[in-house]
């Protein structure tokens, strides 16, 4: 692996001697790991069916052995799982030891979900989460991984991050995986090296103080942030830390690591950072520094949702009918949007309609149906959520083969099922939904999701037994 020469001599007045050994690492393997959904785990209680070694830092991690086709595993598509870097699971275990009551956390560069995921794992129950994408193409992916987490308490929105700053002290909590040089991603993404240069570097730490000042007002007083890059140089990481507490006002915090993980801690004694090399840790590049907004700011008042007489309310008058279908539908809130009927906890409802207000809402809470003349078609996101009642539609348990040509959008057929929408099944994992016609079924998983490859690979992975 050819690396810029500019690059390895920044790495080499970064860490001296140290320096070879993570050069070296860049040109090894990665490490492969995935995050348990706990939630869908804690519906179906099941074995895992390979030898897995815990991430040491995450509840949910798991390191695997080799890398499979996740592709080609139902319960991949399900939402039982995630893939994810080992490093960036980190942020599960700072929001754990940080966060104990309830909060507003906003992840402000979400895409494609994986922070987002680790937090909406850690968060208190009560907590709401806002996860942004400023690029409209990977806020669609961003809001499939969510919708496939199966959370009720999210909002996914398109947005610059300008556009937070009229929501004055809304979040207790923001998480900010700045977009940065990507040296950490090296061994993993070889685009990244041929977009890498000196002055990109310095591009990207502006880039980053010009996001960082563009939502800061959205942070309350004493409200945590969380800041990360997957680069290793001291501009866009200790320096950018540093450049928020003076400038910004923010205090550092720290929490407590283990040295058997492998954890380093910044380059130039700057509290509340650390640092994840390849070549110590079992993972990829990573920096997070821990702040505290001044809790002295001022705190201005409440954001006022804008008033319009002549807006119908979105509330469902009579939703007994979509109430079934969710498992605690008393405490749900069911709204209509352009024939969409969509649920929200009733403790987030106000702050989902004030958001969608200031926010471009790619999805929130989760949608039940769309109306189409006198039928309803179940959503997607009502097979994937975490509340949805078994109970109130047929279901159809699938086999490996049939599973895959139902992800794959292919025609099924099923055998004694009655007629009408279908959930069908995994392992006792919901896929999704079809209407059964009796000699065929309509397929309705959704089209932009669906598995286009025709291979098949001769040792599939399963997860579960």
Partial sequence: MQLPVDFVQSIQTLLGKESENLLSSIGEETSVSIRLNPFKMQRNSKEFSFPAEQVSWSQQGFYLNERPAFTFDPLFHSGYYYVQEAS????EYVTRK???????CLDLCAAPGGKSVSLLSALPEGSFLVSNEIIRSRAN?????IIKF????????????KDFANLTNFFDMLLIDAPCSGEGMFRKDPVAIEEWSMSNVKMCAARQKDILRDVWSSLKPGGLLIYSTCTYN??????NARWISKELGAEFIEVDTLPEWGISPSLDGTPGCYRFFPHKTKGEGLFVALLRKSATE??????????????????LKDPEFYGRFLMHADDIDFLEDRNHIISVPKSHTEKILLLREYLKAVSFGIEIGELKGKDFIPAHALAMSTELNQGAI???????????????KD???LYDIPKGYVLVTYKNEPLGFVKNLGNRSNNLYPQEWRIRSGYLPENVFSLLK
């Fill in 411 to 413: 025609a099924i057929k």
């Fill in 141 to 145: 992916i961003l809001s499939e991984n």
């Fill in 234 to 239: 001291l501009e866009e990481d200790e320096e």
């Fill in 98 to 104: 940080l966060v104990q009551e309830p909060v507003n």
């Fill in 394 to 408: 047929s279901i159809a348990a699938l086999s490996f083969e049939e599973a895959i040509a139902y992800l794959r």
């Fill in 88 to 91: 960036s699971m980190f942020i």
């Fill in 298 to 315: 001022e705190c201005s008042g409440t954001i006022q949702r804008k008033k319009d007489k002549k807006k119908a309310s979105p509330f």
């Fill in 150 to 161: 199966g959370s009720p308490n999210t909002l996914v929105s398109n947005n610059a991050p």
